[in-house]
């Protein structure tokens, strides 16, 4: 399970665990959007989580607080991406010019790239919004592999020391 900042690298991280593990990967943005920026309505969007959350195996990206207990849950090994908030407000206004107007690889058919301010005013205050909060349930864990990584560096760290057995 990977959380944290927009703008941190979850999506980009999924990606490469992805590539090494071949665990499913589900990015949950690809789940909750719908055309034009639609939400996916509480009621609809709970039953999609537990169903992901309830697979055998998955590498699952995203943050969405009101599912996180169902996740935290069954994941067996959360990384936490606690970058700093001037990198990810960096990161995503570069992936803004970049990608405005298109559809990123991560996020489903029909949510163009835009500059939202109050997208960016989320980016701006995750960590002291909503920082403490990550760090005291993951404190409250058992039983679980937690990785809180800092920077590009320490992902790059984490991912050259992965000591990963895949039965046939």
Not at 8 to 16: H, I, V
Not at 115 to 137: C, M, P, Q, W
Not at 149 to 160: A, G, N, R, T, Y
């Amino acid at each position: 399970m990977i959380i944290g900042c927009c703008g941190a690298g979850k999506s980009t991280l999924a990606r490469r665990l992805h590539a090494i593990t071949d665990l499913p990967l589900y990015h949950l943005d690809q789940y909750y959007w719908k055309e034009n920026w639609t939400e996916t309505p509480k009621e609809e969007w709970d039953p999609i989580v537990a169903e992901l959350a309830s697979k055998e195996e998955w590498i699952i990206d995203g943050n969405y607080g009101g599912t996180l207990h169902s996740r935290l849950k069954r994941a067996d090994t959360i990384i936490y991406l606690k970058y700093n908030t001037l990198q990810c407000l960096a990161r995503v206004t570069k992936r803004v010019l970049k990608y405005h107007g298109k559809v990123r690889p991560d996020m489903p058919a029909g949510c163009r790239e835009r500059f939202d301010f109050e997208f960016f005013h989320y980016v701006a205050t995750y960590n002291l919004v909503r920082g403490k909060s990550i760090k005291n349930k993951l404190d409250k864990l058992n039983g679980k592999r937690i990785f809180t990584l800092h920077s590009d560096k320490e992902v790059d760290k984490f991912i050259d020391n992965l000591n990963i057995t895949r039965l046939p």
